[in-house]
């Protein structure tokens, strides 16, 4: 079936124009857009407090800008639920034990799930908007490694072009970290010195393709 060029095809050319994982820049946008209208449109969204409430709030990570958010009152209407259920544990001396994931966690997966679905039926052979999905990937920095472990997950065939580009990506990287390990030992300074700018900082950019959104 022919890709449709609709939302996700320009959100994916959006992100790949930008330096980094695409997936991780849509998955990061997208998920503050989607906190930011649960506390602004949905605080009274029954589905969501008990949500929330279920899984003991946000997790660490997407409860990092809480403090900095522009609504206070939703901010403490979600959290008055969340410290409820602690003081009533605390009193017990019992450690709150929570059935559900954050929901913004959950909403991330179903992004990314969406996201790779997309990419998996891009398949250029006979498809115009699969042709142009592929140029612009192709130009992308690529998926990160947590990223492209999930799309290999989620179906057994997968477009060729993206196995390959992706293949070599992490064989160059794997390769460009080798030779910036080699090159920073003793008495090695010249070579460090001739490598690359991008090469003599590739640590920076492993750091980012193994961590992921
Ligand atoms: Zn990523
Ligand atoms: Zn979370």
Aim: with cysteine.
């Amino acid at each position: 079936m022919p890709l449709d060029k609709h939302i996700n095809f320009f959100e994916l050319e959006k992100a790949s124009a930008r330096p980094g994982c695409p997936l991780c820049t849509i998955v990061s946008d997208r998920c503050e857009r989607y906190l930011d209208n649960m506390l602004f449109e949905h605080i009274s969204d029954r589905a969501f407090r008990k949500a929330h409430r279920a899984a003991g709030g946000f997790c660490a990570f997407h409860s990092r800008n809480l403090e900095s958010f522009r609504d206070g009152l939703a901010v403490a209407i979600l959290g008055r639920d969340i410290l409820e259920d602690r003081v009533e544990s605390f009193t017990k001396r019992k450690i709150l034990k929570t059935k559900e994931r954050c929901p913004v966690c959950v909403e991330q997966d179903r992004i990314e799930q969406e996201y790779l679905g997309f990419l998996i039926k891009a398949e250029p052979a006979a498809d115009d908007v699969a042709r142009q999905l592929q140029d612009i990937v192709v130009k992308s920095s690529g998926l990160c490694a947590p990223h492209y472990g999930q799309l290999l997950e989620t179906a057994k065939k997968i477009p060729r072009w993206i196995l390959e580009f992706h293949e070599k990506k992490f064989a160059s990287l794997l390769e460009r970290t080798n030779r910036f390990i080699e090159c920073s030992a003793y008495g090695r300074e010249k070579d460090f010195a001739e490598l690359n700018p991008a090469d003599q900082v590739v640590w920076k950019e492993l750091a980012a393709n193994l961590r992921g959104s």
